[in-house]
């Protein structure tokens, strides 16, 4: 991955303050919209000189080893070893790293006081959470990936892979990259396709299929319910007690997604083969229909 330059890193429409990769930037708006919810993230593209300034706080040169303070993390720099101070995340060699690229993002894995909330905004808090898979699942035909990060065990590490993207549009033929069709949009993720990531479709549209004609267009990409869950409010809540009642159940609809729509939603899950965790993510939206 080659190192880009503030000037060719472009800011991100949907990590304000942030700066990626052109394509990389314009796909991680469409897997946003896409998912229906935006990231926070601590960083994206790095100048070499932040690589360097975070690998000196991270790694102390020779191998310290044995040293008491320190991990058995050693790397190569400089043409010496460097290792891991204890206490430390672990750091890409300056120069060799995806974000140098504008390639890749790391996401929050703590919600921070004045963060926007789970309404809008997601973290990734471990590899299983059920954000983190939502966003990977709506993220795939996009091109962003985890791959890299389950390598280095950083489940708040994704990287931009081009070669994947079936959405990307190419310079040259307006084109997208794939000869393959991208798959139809699902009847969940289509409520309303040009509903901004930030505020979901307040009713089910129908799905109009001939209004992008498969074609990748991010205002046209499909639009997720959010996740609703325990404490959980407004309209995707609403929504979800509407089904759940549709499915059986007998809940007051009144937008507050409390202890009997999460009792409601365990019993759905369980009858529908789910993992009865009372959280209505994507694969739950996609059996409630
Ligand atoms: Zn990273």
Same mark, same amino acid.
């Given at each position: 991955?080659?190192? @880009?330059? #503030?000037?060719?890193?472009?800011?991100?429409?949907?990590?304000?303050?942030?700066?990626?990769?052109?394509? #990389?930037?314009?796909?991680?708006?469409? /897997?946003?919209?896409?998912?229906? !919810?935006?990231?926070?993230?601590?960083?994206?593209?790095?100048?070499?000189?932040?690589?360097?300034?975070?690998?000196?706080?991270?790694?102390?040169?020779? %191998?310290?080893?044995?040293?008491?303070?320190?991990?058995? +993390?050693?790397?190569?720099?400089?043409?010496?070893?460097?290792?891991?101070?204890?206490?430390?995340?672990?750091?890409?060699?300056?120069?060799?790293? &995806?974000?140098?690229?504008?390639? /890749?993002?790391?996401?929050?894995?703590?919600?921070?006081?004045?963060?926007?909330?789970? +309404?809008?905004?997601?973290?990734?808090?471990? $590899? %299983? +959470?059920?954000?983190?898979?939502?966003?990977?699942?709506?993220? !795939?035909?996009?091109?962003?990936?985890?791959?890299?990060?389950?390598?280095?065990?950083?489940?708040?590490?994704?990287?931009?892979?081009?070669?994947?993207?079936?959405?990307?549009?190419?310079? &040259?033929?307006?084109?997208?990259?794939?000869?393959?069709?991208?798959?139809?949009?699902?009847?969940?993720?289509? !409520?309303?396709?040009?509903?901004?990531?930030?505020?979901?479709?307040?009713?089910?549209?129908?799905? &109009?299929?001939?209004? %992008?004609?498969?074609? #990748?267009?991010?205002?046209?990409?499909? @639009?997720?319910?959010?996740?609703?869950?325990?404490?959980?409010?407004?309209?995707?809540?609403?929504?979800?007690?509407?089904?759940?009642?549709?499915?059986?159940?007998?809940?007051?609809? +009144?937008?507050?997604?409390?202890? %009997?729509?999460?009792?409601?939603?365990?019993? $759905?899950?369980? !009858?529908?083969?789910?993992?009865?965790?009372?959280?209505?993510?994507?694969?739950?939206?996609?059996?409630?229909?």
């Amino acid at each position: 991955m080659s190192q @880009i330059t #503030a000037a060719q890193a472009v800011p991100v429409d949907c990590l304000p303050g942030f700066r990626l990769r052109k394509d #990389a930037a314009d796909a991680l708006n469409r /897997a946003s919209a896409a998912f229906g !919810k935006r990231l926070l993230v601590t960083g994206t593209w790095r100048s070499l000189e932040t690589q360097e300034r975070i690998f000196r706080e991270r790694y102390h040169q020779g %191998n310290l080893t044995h040293r008491l303070g320190y991990t058995t +993390d050693v790397r190569y720099w400089k043409g010496s070893p460097w290792t891991r101070r204890q206490g430390t995340a672990p750091a890409a060699v300056p120069g060799t790293s &995806n974000h140098g690229g504008g390639c /890749a993002i790391d996401v929050k894995t703590r919600r921070e006081k004045g963060d926007p909330g789970y +309404d809008t905004h997601v973290i990734f808090s471990s $590899f %299983n +959470d059920a954000d983190r898979i939502a966003f990977l699942k709506a993220a !795939k035909p996009h091109g962003w990936a985890d791959d890299e990060g389950r390598s280095v065990l950083e489940c708040w590490h994704l990287t931009y892979y081009p070669e994947r993207d079936t959405h990307a549009i190419s310079a &040259n033929n307006g084109q997208a990259n794939s000869t393959k069709t991208p798959a139809p949009p699902k009847p969940m993720t289509s !409520k309303n396709a040009a509903a901004s990531p930030a505020t979901p479709a307040p009713v089910a549209v129908p799905i &109009n299929k001939t209004a %992008n004609n498969g074609q #990748a267009k991010s205002s046209t990409a499909p @639009i997720r319910r959010t996740t609703v869950r325990s404490g959980s409010t407004g309209t995707d809540a609403k929504y979800a007690q509407q089904r759940l009642n549709a499915h059986g159940a007998k809940l007051k609809v +009144d937008a507050k997604f409390g202890a %009997n729509s999460v009792l409601a939603t365990k019993a $759905f899950q369980r !009858k529908h083969g789910l993992t009865p965790d009372g959280i209505i993510g994507t694969s739950t939206w996609k059996k409630l229909g």
